[in-house]
């Protein structure tokens, strides 16, 4: 008796590009994509460079803090490009993914793999980069105040092994999440169409991603480096004592200010 056998499900491989027909999310998951390239992804690039100022010791760091502390409505800028855009992007990267489905048991080719991952990896981006800000900018002396303590504020949290594994962790995740995110980007805007052409991409992207997470760790390990183990806790440049220091008073009017104390001659 012949019976009948139902396919096997068909597996999908690569990305689709994202398309106005999809439903009314699809403006949300532009944005979504969107944002996480463009301004996080140019923040994160920008704040590995500046920390990799680290390792020409606590001055030339406490300068890179004190120079972006120093823009012109950088208040505005943090929340308009940075906080605003990234508390978006995470919230509704974890409402994407409460809804997406990703079947590692039956379907174990990569992508799947992928996508759990991206998503792992973006929670803990986003809890790491919680506790960093609160820690960094609320707590303990005040950065945009005094920003050459920004290197030691830095060591005194990774002297804790617990707090330091958490940064090796968080930095190696975020490389992760940043490099294979550019890759979706350029997948579901239809930059990369062709299977060819994202193979090629996703190497560029894996290259990216190791050469930012070797960037973050060499970084890490200026802060925690024997070299800068007795950093004072506000190593203030000479030059900038110089002109925080009132001006001395110049001999004529030391001149002056004394002769006027003294009693009128007989």
């Given at each position: 008796?012949?019976?009948?056998?139902?396919?096997?499900?068909?597996?999908?491989?690569?990305?689709?590009?994202?398309?106005?027909?999809?439903?009314?999310?699809?403006?949300?998951?532009?944005?979504h994509s969107l944002l996480g390239v463009i301004p996080i992804g140019a923040f994160l690039l920008e704040h590995l460079l500046s920390n990799f100022?680290?390792?020409?010791?606590?001055?030339?760091?406490?300068?890179?803090?004190?120079?972006?502390?120093?823009?012109?409505?950088?208040?505005?800028?943090?929340?308009?490009?940075?906080?605003?855009?990234?508390?978006?992007?995470?919230?509704?990267?974890?409402?994407?993914?409460?809804?997406?489905?990703?079947?590692?048991?039956?379907?174990?080719?990569?992508?799947?793999?992928?996508?759990?991952?991206?998503?792992?990896?973006g929670l803990i981006a986003f809890a790491y980069i919680a506790q960093h800000v609160y820690r960094q900018r609320f707590t303990g002396i005040m950065?945009?105040?005094?920003?050459?303590?920004?290197?030691?504020?830095?060591?005194?949290?990774?002297?804790?092994?617990?707090?330091?594994?958490?940064?090796?962790?968080?930095?190696?995740?975020?490389?992760?999440?940043?490099?294979?995110?550019?890759?979706?980007?350029?997948?579901?805007?239809?930059?990369?169409?062709?299977?060819?052409?994202?193979?090629?991409?996703?190497?560029?992207?894996?290259?990216?991603?190791?050469?930012?997470?070797?960037?973050?760790?060499?970084?890490?390990?200026?802060?925690?480096?024997?070299?800068?183990?007795?950093?004072?806790?506000?190593?203030?440049?000479?030059?900038?004592?110089?002109?925080?220091?009132?001006?001395?008073?110049?001999?004529?009017?030391?001149?002056?200010?004394?002769?006027?104390?003294l009693p009128a001659s007989s």
């Amino acid at each position: 008796m012949a019976t009948a056998h139902s396919p096997a499900p068909t597996v999908q491989r690569g990305v689709q590009p994202l398309r106005a027909g999809q439903g009314n999310s699809f403006l949300w998951r532009k944005l979504h994509s969107l944002l996480g390239v463009i301004p996080i992804g140019a923040f994160l690039l920008e704040h590995l460079l500046s920390n990799f100022e680290a390792l020409k010791g606590p001055i030339a760091y406490g300068a890179q803090v004190k120079f972006l502390n120093g823009l012109p409505l950088v208040r505005v800028l943090e929340w308009v490009f940075i906080f605003l855009p990234l508390l978006y992007h995470a919230f509704y990267g974890v409402w994407i993914w409460l809804r997406g489905k990703s079947n590692i048991v039956y379907y174990p080719w990569a992508g799947n793999w992928m996508y759990t991952a991206q998503r792992y990896t973006g929670l803990i981006a986003f809890a790491y980069i919680a506790q960093h800000v609160y820690r960094q900018r609320f707590t303990g002396i005040m950065l945009p105040e005094n920003p050459y303590a920004s290197f030691h504020k830095v060591q005194v949290e990774l002297s804790n092994p617990w707090m330091l594994a958490v940064y090796v962790i968080a930095m190696i995740a975020i490389c992760w999440h940043f490099a294979y995110g550019v890759w979706l980007f350029a997948a579901k805007w239809g930059i990369t169409p062709g299977e060819k052409s994202r193979k090629r991409f996703g190497y560029a992207c894996a290259a990216l991603g190791l050469v930012l997470c070797v960037m973050g760790m060499a970084s890490i390990w200026a802060f925690v480096s024997p070299k800068y183990a007795n950093t004072p806790v506000n190593p203030v440049p000479a030059a900038v004592s110089v002109l925080q220091s009132p001006a001395p008073q110049s001999s004529t009017s030391h001149d002056l200010a004394t002769s006027s104390r003294l009693p009128a001659s007989s």
